[in-house]
T-cell receptor, first 116, second 113 residues
Framework: AQSVTQLDSQVPVFEEAPVELRCNYS??????LFWYVQYPNQGLQLLLK??????LVKGINGFEAEFNKSQTSFHLRKPSVHISDTAEYFC??????????????FGQGTILTVHP | NAGVTQTPKFQVLKTGQSMTLQCAQD?????MYWYRQDPGMGLRLIYY???????DKGEVPNGYNVSRLNKREFSLRLESAAPSQTSVYFC????????????FGSGTRLTVV
């Protein structure tokens, strides 16, 4: 079984500042990792994913994340945020095989609020 | 538009009533999922269907049943609604070619009074 912990429930930041949303995971097997974004009253949209290869993954809207296997982390970053980035962000994990294959386990979510 | 369609978008039930949440996808995906979202708890898997004809329990299946009617449709039924089932319900689908990038529906906001 796997689990995900998002270390911050809320992150306030000013427009054009950098931001990092932290995610740690726990799993006994190899994993695939994801970040999703949810805008108010909408479903979830995939931002980026790590399956294999380069540990630095680039996604949509200028976001990127770095997979760190030794620290079991997958932190999301953006160098300069916009008001439109205000949303809730979810980190998710699934095993790369076995019985949990394809089933995503989500973190509790981080609400990013960008202030003008 | 291609994607995952959920109905209804909003529903209010009285305790003990039953209802079915409908979900359909038109992307020829094999796998479909039902999650519930509660504040501060992220999304929790209720049931999933890895392929047509199969369903399995997720993390929080009690009080729910599902039917994979065909490859496109996956419904979630509440037989006797309870206030603890007040939540936002999301259906999602995925295919092997998507490399597990789920496509989500827009959600059903259910209130049980």
């Amino acid at each position: 079984a796997q689990s995900v912990t998002q270390l911050d429930s809320q992150v306030p930041v000013f427009e054009e500042a950098p931001v990092e949303l932290r995610c740690n995971y726990s799993s006994s097997v190899s994993v695939y990792l994801f970040w999703y974004v949810q805008y108010p009253n909408q479903g979830l949209q995939l931002l980026l994913k790590y399956l294999s290869g380069s540990t630095l993954v680039k996604g949509i809207n200028g976001f990127e994340a770095e997979f760190n296997k030794s620290q079991t982390s997958f932190h999301l970053r953006k160098p300069s945020v916009h008001i439109s980035d205000t949303a809730e962000y979810f980190c998710a994990v699934t095993s790369a095989g076995g019985t949990s294959y394809g089933k995503l386990t989500f973190g509790q979510g981080t609400i990013l609020t960008v202030h003008p | 538009n291609a994607g995952v369609t959920q109905t209804p978008k909003f529903q209010v039930l009285k305790t003990g009533q039953s209802m079915t949440l409908q979900c359909a996808q038109d992307m020829n995906h094999n796998s479909m999922y039902w999650y519930r979202q509660d504040p501060g708890m992220g999304l929790r898997l209720i049931y999933y269907s890895a392929s047509e004809g199969t369903t399995d329990k997720g993390e929080v299946p009690n009080g729910y049943n599902v039917s994979r009617l065909n490859k496109r449709e996956f419904s979630l039924r509440l037989e006797s609604a309870a206030p603890s089932q007040t939540s936002v319900y999301f259906c999602a689908s995925s295919g092997y070619r998507d490399s597990y990038g789920y496509t989500f529906g827009s959600g059903t906001r259910l209130t049980v009074v």
